[in-house]
Nanobody, 116 residues
Framework: QVQLVLSGGGSVQAGGSLRLSCAAS???????????MYWYRRAPGKDHEFVSS?????????ADSVKGRFTISQDNANNTVTAYLQMNSLQPEDTGMYYC?????WGQGTQVAVSS
């Protein structure tokens, strides 16, 4: 059974950087059908917000609020698909719980806290 394992959250000051990773081990279909990995976030008291996505052709998409600051990437090796989210120039409004999703499968969240 495929599981998503997240890592890389933490606390930084405004202007800092963090890199999140999301590993989907045991997923062997990444290169076959159309597949997507997504990053979402949920700020305190708010709904889930789309952050970024990447498909298995390398096409990417970003929320306007993170364009130019965040970069999504992925690699696929040893039956593990890993998505990364490099977050630069972090701002307090980027604070929240970050989640990854492989197609319709959600991973657990990882906390990102940005202080001013």
């Amino acid at each position: 059974q495929v599981q998503l394992v997240l890592s890389g959250g933490g606390s930084v000051q405004a202007g800092g950087s963090l890199r999140l990773s999301c590993a989907a081990s045991g997923y062997t279909l990444w290169r076959t059908d159309k597949n997507y990995m997504y990053w979402y976030r949920r700020a305190p008291g708010k709904d889930h917000e789309f952050v970024s996505s990447i498909d298995n052709s390398g096409n990417t998409d970003y929320a306007d609020s993170v364009k130019g600051r965040f970069t999504i990437s992925q690699d696929n090796a040893n039956n593990t698909v890993t998505a990364y989210l490099q977050m630069n120039s972090l701002q307090p409004e980027d604070t929240g719980m970050y989640y990854c999703k492989l197609n319709a499968l959600w991973g657990q969240g990882t906390q990102v806290a940005v202080s001013s």
